[in-house]
């Protein structure tokens, strides 16, 4: 490893405080993550308390708010994270150079860590059964920061755009090519 690369805890938090800021500049994938992953992946959850007309709407969405619905969201969505992070470490392991590789082994240790405290929360979570839990409700915060954060940096998330562009296209193109 390179001696300039600092290889303190720090590492880990500058690289999570710089992903964090890149989540909510990036409106695309803001947008994305809350429509898609936490709406429509949190469907079972809110549908039958927020589409049913009788009374106690807000009861039966906090019935629905328990550890068994938070954990049948967050465990697909951690393991196909960890999965895809996993099968790209390995297929661009050569191409990690000296500067990222204190980067990427700070990361995986707080994947470790981050994965252990959802796992500790929610098994704290699960002696309250059927009912709502704090736990369980950190727990599936904490699974959809995870996500966020390790999803930020995906191409396949995000729309570059030249900034010189007001339509949003990557050329910017003559006036002249506009006349008929």
Not at 91 to 119: H, Q
């Amino acid at each position: 490893m390179n001696d300039s690369t600092p290889q303190n805890i720090c590492t880990l938090f500058s690289e999570l405080w710089r992903r964090l800021k890149l989540v909510f500049s990036n409106h695309y994938f803001l947008v994305f993550f809350i429509l898609i992953v936490v709406v429509l992946g949190s469907i079972s959850i809110w549908f039958t308390a927020v589409f049913n007309n009788s009374p106690g709407r807000l009861d039966r969405l906090i019935v629905n708010m328990n550890t068994l619905n938070f954990l049948a969201f967050s465990a697909p969505l951690l393991a196909t994270t960890i999965f895809e992070k996993t099968v790209n470490i390995i297929i661009n392991r050569n191409e990690v150079d000296g500067n990222n590789i204190a980067v990427l082994l700070w990361l995986l240790l707080g994947t470790v860590v981050t994965i252990s405290a959802i796992i500790v929360l929610y098994s704290v979570g699960s002696g309250n059964g059927s009912y709502f839990s704090w736990c369980s409700l950190f727990a599936w915060i904490i699974s959809l920061i995870y996500w966020a954060v390790a999803n930020i940096e995906n191409p396949s998330y995000s729309m570059n755009a030249d900034s010189k562009s007001a339509s949003g296209g990557a050329k910017v193109g003559s006036a002249s090519s506009l006349n008929r």
